[in-house]
């Protein structure tokens, strides 16, 4: 039986983007674009409707901007994976994205095969940054107060040395999408133990957030161990 292919859904401001994009998608073995929209209300209501795997969304789209859009999804089709398809470096725009629940962050810049690769490790549920903005993103959450003299690293390589096995375990977990409930499942454990590790790992780490944990897994490349 053959695997599905994995739905997207593009939605951009620019018809064109969205044409050279369905053009080339749609001859990756394994993607079918499902859906298309240059407006970001109308991206809304087709996105909900057809429920996609994933979404490549343009943050600057009109009426309704990408990262409304992106609240909207995750409350009305929260089984639906956002990737942040821009076409600039704004920073600012790439954490808000990540706290609002979206999956990745892709530049309009990018090769066929990266776009591709994005989509396929996103719909398995792991979170894609490129490194230029992982560094970014993952600086943003290190106060240079509380990381005086570059010294982030460091700590990070000595809490990292603290961490128990199971530990380290979850943060991969937490780091490939899942939630308390499927990672108590998966390791056979109760849910309130998974937030009680999780409240020991955000301890060692300094860390507030699923989001600031996740980026400590890409950071020092958990998320692709197993």
Known sequence: MSTPSIRV???????????????VLNQQPGIEV????????????????????VVLLDPKMPRVDGLTVLRSIQTRAPQSKVILFTSTDNKEDSIEAMKLGCS??????????????????VHQGEIWLDSNTTAAVFRSFAAPSEYPN?????????????????????????????????????MFITEQTVKNHLHNVFDKLGVSDRLELALYAIHNSLHVKV
């Open 9 to 23: 859904f593009i939605a951009d401001a620019h018809p064109i983007v969205i044409e050279g994009l369905k053009g």
């Open 34 to 53: 499902v859906g298309e929209s240059s407006d970001g209300m109308d991206a809304i209501e087709k996105i909900v409707q057809i429920s996609p795997d």
């Open 104 to 121: 990745g962050i892709l530049q309009k810049d990018a090769s066929v095969s990266m776009i591709e690769k994005s989509i396929h490790k």
């Open 150 to 186: 570059n010294q982030l690293n460091g700590k990070l390589s000595r809490e990292r040395a603290q961490l128990s096995q199971r530990e380290r375990e979850i943060i991969i977990l937490i780091a490939q999408g899942y939630k308390n409930k499927e990672i108590a499942e998966k």
